[in-house]
Structures are given as structure tokens and as C-alpha cells.
């Protein structure tokens, strides 16, 4: 299994809504990410979970909020999020952080925020 | 940060090599990685390189030299569904280990 599943696939929401992106993988990796997209642009990182444990916050506005319940897991909390917010979002997934291993994307959520 | 630069387009015809250059500017450097990205996709890993020289896989290959900032990835014999964006990252070492991605080039492969 090399796969990293992130639901859900397309998301819209209000600036006054709370909603949670998740993100699920199955290979053991120890390190995990949370890049924003937006069209025609370079992922961007936004937060890293090495060993379970907030390891770097790209000083991301707190109305984002990373959780990672279990080393298979990675949570993104959305909250009073702003129409600038609109992109594509990536979660991914590597042996560990700090072995220059490849990262394994999952195929993202879109959200819009309206 | 890191400075990463690449071509924002390249089009080729099916069956011809096409190379995509990235230069970096960097402060402990630990390994450049190219990704291919179809419009609306995850990115998809394609090759690694923390040693200079060439690593072949396939029809891709990829380059580095690491006392010039520079790599290379080199597609050949393509393929229409090799049309995407191809990402060039790059890892620093440190306290942190982040992939920094450039903006990436869009390969568009023609009949």
C-alpha cells in the first residue's frame, strides 16, 4: 500500500463554517505534511508532523489547526477561513523526516470557500 | 529560503527528448527531487539526486550538479501523457528538512 488518502476530494464552505480535512496512509511513515496549492503555483508547505509531534508551522494564520491523532493520521481544522483560502490542498507522507526519502502526495481536497 | 528557478513552458513534439533545467540557490542542501504534477493531480515523485551525476530511470533521467546549483531532468521518447508540470525540490538540511518546490515548468507534448 503506497497510498496516501485524503478525503474529502472537494469541499465548499461558508467563512463561518468549521469543517476538517483528513488525511490517512498506511505505510509507516513517521513524518507527515500539509501543503496548499493554488492553480498554477508551486505547493507550498504549511505544516510538518515528525514522530506525531508539530515539528514546523510555515507561520500559518491560526485559523487553520493541524492535529495528528496517530502516526496514520493527519488532521486539518478549518475554521472562519477567508475566499483567499480557495485552493487545492496536500497531504503527504515520507519514511521520516529527516531521510531524504520521497514524499508520497495523496490527490488532495479543493476547497472553496464562498 | 530557497531561490529555485525553471522554465515556466516547454512543447515538444511525441517521440523527441525534452530537458528541463533547475537552477537553486541554497544553504545546505540535502537532495533535489523533480515531481510530475497532471492539472488537478497529487504530485508524483519521479527521480532523487544528492550525489552529482546521472540517475536513469526509463525514459526519464535526471541530473545534478551540486557545485553549480544545477539539475536537470531529461524525458525521452515522449509520450503524450507525459504532458504536466514537472516541480523541482529541493531539501535543506538544518534544524528543518522541508522540500521547497519551484513554480515548475508545463511540458505540453504535440502530435
Known amino acids: 500500500d503506497t497510498e496516501v488518502t485524503q478525503t474529502p476530494k472537494h469541499l465548499v464552505m461558508g467563512m463561518t463554517n468549521k469543517k476538517s480535512l483528513k488525511c490517512e496512509q498506511h505505510?509507516?511513515?513517521?513524518?507527515m505534511y500539509w501543503y496548499k496549492q493554488k492553480a498554477k503555483k508551486p505547493p507550498e508547505l504549511m505544516f510538518v508532523?515528525?514522530?506525531?509531534?508539530?515539528?514546523i508551522n510555515e507561520s500559518v494564520p491560526s485559523r487553520f489547526s493541524p492535529e495528528c491523532p496517530n502516526s496514520s493520521l493527519l488532521n486539518l481544522h478549518l475554521h472562519a477561513l477567508q475566499p483567499e483560502d480557495s485552493a487545492l490542498y496536500l497531504c503527504a507522507s515520507s519514511q521520516r523526516q529527516e531521510m531524504n526519502t520521497e514524499a508520497f502526495f495523496g490527490q488532495g481536497t479543493r476547497l472553496t470557500v464562498v | 529560503g530557497q531561490n529555485i528557478d525553471q522554465p515556466t513552458e516547454m512543447t515538444a513534439t511525441e517521440g523527441a527528448i525534452v530537458q528541463i533545467n533547475c537552477t537553486y540557490q541554497?544553504?545546505?542542501?540535502?537532495?533535489l527531487f523533480w515531481y510530475q504534477q497532471h492539472a488537478g493531480e497529487a504530485p508524483t515523485f519521479l527521480s532523487y539526486n544528492v550525489l552529482d551525476g546521472l540517475e536513469e530511470k526509463g525514459r526519464f533521467s535526471s541530473f545534478l550538479s551540486r557545485s553549480k546549483g544545477y539539475s536537470y531532468l531529461l524525458l525521452k521518447e515522449l509520450q503524450m501523457k507525459d504532458s504536466a508540470s514537472y516541480l523541482c525540490a529541493v531539501r535543506v538540511d538544518g534544524n528543518d528538512y522541508k522540500l521547497s518546490f519551484g513554480a515548475g515548468t508545463t511540458v505540453t507534448v504535440r502530435a
Open positions: 541554497t544553504s545546505g542542501f540535502n537532495g
Open positions: 505505510m509507516g511513515h513517521r513524518a
Open positions: 508532523y515528525s514522530y506525531e509531534k508539530l515539528s
